[in-house]
Every structure is written in structure tokens, then in C-alpha cells.
């Protein structure tokens, strides 16, 4: 899962998307991500993070 926030990065953020990682892309060398809309199926996470300060990655086990 990343959570992807706007702020001020290592100060004061606030957590406005989440989204999975659904695979890698051994070809370009990036995690596709999955949203809650159809044009965000297969989302590359390099394209993702551009519009955010900040984010973070947890995995679930």
C-alpha cells in the first residue's frame, strides 16, 4: 500500500490517496499501482508521486 500526502515533506503532511501496488514492471523499472477509478488501473508510481511531497509504503503480512 502508499500513501501519498501533500505538505511540507518531514514537517507537516497530510495523507490525501492510497493506493496498491498490483505489480512490477521489470520493463521500465516501476510498481504499477491500482486506485478506486478505472484510469488508475496499472498507474505507474514514478508518474504517481510527482504530485505529492511525500510518501510512504507499509506492507501487510
Avoid: C
Avoid at 3 to 26: N, P, Q, R
Amino acid at each position: 500500500m502508499v500513501i501519498f500526502s501533500k505538505g511540507l515533506s518531514g514537517w507537516i503532511t497530510v495523507a490525501t490517496h492510497v493506493m496498491i501496488i498490483t505489480e512490477y514492471d521489470s520493463t521500465n523499472k516501476d510498481f504499477k499501482l491500482a486506485g478506486h477509478s478505472n484510469e488508475r488501473q496499472a498507474y505507474p508510481l514514478l508518474d504517481a508521486i510527482k504530485a505529492y511531497s511525500n510518501i510512504d509504503f507499509y506492507s501487510f503480512r
